[in-house]
């Protein structure tokens, strides 16, 4: 009963940007935290960014200073603004949110996944 939906994935040139937005609906009583990780073929999936309800962030080392996580002023969006693309950063991009449904406690809830594909 909660959703969580991710978009804006394209096919981009390097330092080319674009802005993925992550939707969540459903039964939410409440979200303690939304975050970005991304999957590369063959890979793990990483941790991209972060966003808790305080308004802290972080970053992973590889997007610092390219990356930027934000809370959109559409209810229950987060966004996250890839600037400065590069090949590396080709991946499947994945929306979580730590939630809690009404009724429920907190779970981790995921998105199906936004291609970004960055070519040189």
């Known amino acids: 009963q909660v959703q969580v939906v991710e978009s804006g994935g394209d096919l981009v040139q390097a330092g080319e940007s674009l802005r993925l937005s992550c939707v969540v609906s459903?039964?939410?009583?409440?979200?303690?935290?939304m975050g970005w990780y991304r999957q590369a073929p063959g890979k793990q999936r990483e941790l991209v960014a972060t966003l808790t309800s305080g308004g802290d962030t972080k970053y992973s080392d590889s997007v610092k200073g390219r990356f930027l996580i934000s809370r959109a002023s559409i209810k229950n969006t987060v966004y996250l603004y890839l600037n400065s693309l590069k090949p590396e950063d080709t991946a499947v991009y994945f929306c979580?949110?730590?939630?809690?449904?009404?009724?429920?406690?907190?779970?981790?809830?995921w998105g199906q996944g936004t291609q970004v594909t960055v070519s040189s």
């Open positions: 459903g039964s939410i009583s409440s979200i303690n935290a």
């Open positions: 979580n949110g730590i939630i809690s449904s009404f009724g429920g406690t907190y779970d981790n809830y």
